[in-house]
């Protein structure tokens, strides 16, 4: 994980992506969504929150949030890198 690798410990990760999970607050992202990739080419799948919450847990960041604003048209998930890395710890 290269963010992981060069974010020091104790310090944040911030993604904001569109999550599969927001087409209920913004009805028009998933046409639009689909005809930028129609004119790019294969598009890559769109994860839920949860989805990302928890490959980022899984990956070792800990205090994980998911930070909704504009009413839920606008998502960031907030992960901290942990103060001592796992293999720290042997």
Known sequence: NRAMKNIRP???VILWEPYADMYD?????????QLVDGMLGMPAPLWTKEQVV?????????DVKVVDTA??????????VPEKMPSEEF
Do not use: M
């Not at 009413?71 to 901290?80: H, I, P």
């Open 71 to 80: 009413g839920g048209t606008c998502t960031f998930v907030v992960a901290r």
């Open 54 to 62: 928890n490959f980022v847990r899984n990956a070792g960041y800990d």
């Open 25 to 33: 607050n913004v009805p028009w992202l998933k046409a639009n969504l």
């Open 10 to 12: 104790g310090g944040y």
